[in-house]
């Protein structure tokens, strides 16, 4: 599976940004997908993760009520909607796939996308 990840930028405090994650290379059946973010000096962390049929997710506390993320199984993509965003939502983000749900160390991983806030 290869999982590219678009729609990262600069954006100023309080705006919005929506990272899409396309899938390729096999059918993502059953597959859970996820976002995760890695700030500049720290570990990579949980984001947000949906199931395959797009009724369980889950998310980081901070993210609560700012972050939505959603899927289109047709499209074969994943989105993360992002408003309200503060500056330490700062980090590149990564989409993540794995099969049944996301764990802590999904299987496939994409390159990641640059996400900056400015405050």
């Known amino acids: 599976v290869q999982l590219v990840e678009s729609g990262g930028g600069l954006v100023q405090a309080g705006g919005s940004l929506r990272l899409s994650c396309a899938a390729s290379?096999?059918?993502?059946?059953?597959?859970?997908m996820g976002w995760f973010r890695q700030a500049p000096g720290k570990e990579r962390e949980f984001v947000t993760s949906?199931?395959?049929?797009?009724?369980?997710?889950r998310y980081k506390d901070s993210v609560k009520g700012r972050f939505t993320i959603s899927r289109d199984n047709a499209k074969n993509t994943v989105y993360l909607q992002m408003n309200s965003l503060k500056s330490e939502d700062t980090a590149v983000y990564y989409c993540?796939?794995?099969?049944?749900?996301?764990?802590?160390?999904?299987?496939?991983w994409g390159q990641g996308t640059q996400v900056t806030v400015s405050s």
């Open positions: 290379g096999r059918t993502l059946s059953g597959y859970a």
């Open positions: 949906i199931n395959w049929s797009g009724g369980v997710t």
């Open positions: 993540a796939a794995n099969l049944g749900v996301i764990g802590s160390a999904p299987e496939f």
